[in-house]
T-cell receptor
């Protein structure tokens, strides 16, 4: 399967580190991106090409991609980080999204 | 600043077609592709495909092959997505975004409702 698998939900306490995973066979052979979607809003790019942050995205957001797993890490998590997060992989000409992970900041 | 503005909501009967627009500004339109992504109510993001604004090349998702056409008009910096033979499960919020590999600026979405 070339689908991207994400956990449906992740919980984290304010100030702690949240990690959201995205898995697929040989995912590290592809570039991974991550998008944040707050309720009622359009998605926002937070990580691209595995590890890069767009302008305006806090450095609390970081990414990695190794083997079969890409990971979005949010350090010093804040209430405003509560959102759905989607991974996306690019395979030469096509893209695919993971099912999404709801991050809850308790 | 870069902006992507989409057309308004549409209600279409089953079997009809819908054509959505996506107007970009703040950058050289022809240097980036435009991708389309949809989101059914309460569901995740579904990649639909992309169109090159420089040469019109398109790549569509396999599940939409034959029903979708994506085009661009470089004279107005506008991209279009037409979806035909609409079904109730096409009800969704349709987004356009700049780019193909990386979608860095997104529109506000266009709601398409196909009553069952």
């Amino acid at each position: 399967s070339n689908g991207l698998t994400q956990p449906p939900s992740v919980s984290v306490s304010p100030g702690q580190t949240a990690s959201i995973t995205c898995s697929a066979d040989k995912l590290s052979d592809k570039y991974a991106s991550w998008y944040q979607q707050r309720p009622g809003q359009s998605p926002v790019l937070v990580i691209y090409q595995d590890t890069k942050r767009p302008s305006g995205i806090p450095d609390r957001f970081s990414g990695s991609n190794s083997g079969n797993i890409a990971t979005l890490t949010i350090s010093e998590t804040q209430a405003m980080d509560e959102a759905d997060y989607y991974c996306q992989a690019w395979d030469s000409t096509t893209a695919i999204f993971g099912g999404g992970t709801k991050l809850t900041v308790l | 600043q870069i902006q992507v503005v989409q057309s308004g909501a549409e209600v279409k009967p089953p079997g009809a077609s819908v054509k959505l627009s996506c107007k970009a500004s703040g950058y050289t339109f022809s240097t980036y592709a435009i991708s389309w992504v949809r989101q059914a109510p309460g569901q995740g993001l579904e990649w639909m495909g992309w169109v090159s604004a420089s040469n019109g090349k398109t790549v569509y998702g396999q599940n939409l092959q034959g029903r979708v056409t994506m085009t661009t008009d470089t004279s107005t910096n506008t991209a279009y997505m037409e979806l035909r033979s609409l079904r109730s499960d096409d009800t969704a919020l349709y987004y356009c975004a700049r780019g193909a590999q990386t979608l860095d600026f997104w529109g506000q979405g266009s709601l398409v409702i196909v009553p069952s």
